[in-house]
């Protein structure tokens, strides 16, 4: 088996009005399935998200980062979202680990990372040589 990609999977209190918010982002709106509507996938570019309206009685707590979204160019991704109005909850920051990158926290507050690889790798942000996982 080999890995194709991954899509987190986030868990929201109001659908429409959160495909209403990651519109905001950029993200275009994939499907929304469902009747009422419980499920929809968000796409901006090579990324997807899924939102799934909440089945338990509370949301669940994220502690830090529900999902972290590489960009080419993390200072215009953020003026964009400035611009449009989007809460900022972390300016961007170089970082330790070689990103530049800034949060921005949803309607139901999952924090969300845009960050840029400052030393990008050949098989893309974030990773190196691939190890074991064929």
Not at 10 to 39: C, H, K, M
Request: glycine share 10%.
């Amino acid at each position: 088996m080999k890995t194709q990609r991954a899509m987190p999977v986030l868990q929201v209190s109001d659908l429409l009005a959160s495909v209403d918010f990651y519109n905001r982002l950029g993200f275009a709106t994939g499907g929304i399935w469902g009747e009422p509507e419980t499920f929809a996938i968000m796409q901006r570019g090579s990324v997807s998200l899924a939102l799934q309206l909440l089945r338990a009685e509370k949301m669940p707590v994220n502690t830090h980062w529900a999902a972290y979204i590489y960009v080419d160019n993390a200072r215009a991704v953020h003026e964009e979202f400035r611009t449009a109005g989007i809460e900022i909850v972390r300016p961007p920051e170089e970082t330790y680990y070689g990103c530049l990158d800034f949060d921005v926290a949803d309607l139901d507050g999952h924090l969300l990372a845009f960050g840029q690889d400052l030393e990008p790798q050949p098989h893309g942000p974030g990773l190196g040589a691939e190890k074991g996982n064929g």
